[in-house]
């Protein structure tokens, strides 16, 4: 056997017969390097969304339904784009969390593309940029890890599962792969021009890309102390600690939805937060803080004197 037989490139084809693909969908980890790949087929010509940017490469518009479950709002998407493109795609990570692999039948030829990465370099990723403990951030990616790749052996469509370490090691391979997978051509000197786009490390990425805590107590009304709170890229509640006086009085979710919040781009919408005034247990005087539960991380207008939330946060 030639020595360069033994050469591991990275890339597994699961369930390889088929009928060619239309739908094509980008998922894996938080920053497994799906990123990476949705860049590149956006480059290549496949329509990969119309709200979307250009460092993440997340189509806004079909992961709203995807995070909120709404079957009925999916299924109307997916007609409108197969009327409209004969071929198409879309990056989501974590899709395991939104869709059973039995609800891959929404989309027409489905072909899945997943990407895993050291377990080790994305809890310390998740770590820094969410003020993790590192051992707990790795136990969490580990089963995450375990969660796709059991939706990954459920799928009866095919599906190309790479490895991020080896994109960067072999870049071309890596492009020739996503291109055989998916059907799409590289005319001229757009293969070289993708493979300019493996880099590791890039700085634009690294700084658009983080997730970071956003949230704010917005004031007192109708005997609430109220506010939103949320991790951006991400669509699960945050525990926060309500804190009177430098003493926890209370723990609870950021989870009320509000069309406000919806309407101004936050998220979900399913942000918010109020609790009643009087259970705060609190002088007029008393400093009001909220933290982010375990991380200690605080909101905008934590800090404030119960008798100025009137004013402090309009």
């Known amino acids: 056997m030639p020595l360069t037989d033994l ?24 920053r497994s390097g799906t990123s990476l790949v949705a860049s590149v087929l956006q480059r290549a010509g496949l329509f990969m969304g119309r709200a979307i940017n250009d460092i993440v490469y997340e189509d806004e518009e079909i992961a709203q339904p995807l995070t909120t479950h709404d079957r009925a709002a999916l299924i109307a998407l997916v007609a409108r784009r197969n009327a409209e493109f004969p071929c198409w795609g879309f990056k989501f990570p974590m899709l395991c969390q939104a869709l059973q692999p039995a609800g891959l039948a929404l989309f027409e030829r489905p072909r899945v593309i997943v990407t895993f990465r050291d377990p080790v370099a994305m809890a310390v990723r998740t770590a820094l940029s969410e003020f993790r403990d590192t051992a707990q951030a790795l136990r969490e990616v580990v089963d995450e890890q375990a969660a796709m790749l059991g939706f990954v052996q459920a799928l009866a469509c095919p599906a190309l599962l790479l490895s991020y370490e080896k994109m960067l090691a072999f870049p071309g391979d890596f492009i020739d792969s996503l291109a055989q997978f998916c059907d799409l051509p590289l005319p001229g000197d757009l293969r070289a021009r993708l493979v300019e786009l493996v880099e590791p490390n890039r700085q634009r990425y690294l700084a658009g890309a983080r997730r970071r805590y956003e ?100």
Request: with cysteine; proline share 5%.
């Open 7 to 30: 050469v591991n490139k990275g890339c597994i084809v699961h369930h390889p017969s088929g009928p060619p693909g239309r739908s094509f969908i980008v998922t894996g980890l938080h």
């Open 215 to 314: 949230g704010l107590i917005e004031g007192v009304r109708g005997g609430l102390l109220y506010g939103w709170c949320r991790l951006t890229q991400s669509a699960e509640p945050l525990l926060l600690d309500i804190v009177v006086d430098d003493i926890v009085v209370s723990r609870l979710a950021a989870d009320l939805f509000r069309q406000d919040l919806l309407d101004g781009g936050i998220g979900t919408g399913r942000h918010g937060f109020a609790l009643a005034v009087d259970a705060l247990r609190a002088r007029p005087d008393s400093v009001i803080r909220v933290r982010i539960a375990p991380h200690g991380v605080e909101l905008d207008n934590s800090g404030t004197r119960l008798c100025d939330f009137g004013t402090a946060a309009a």
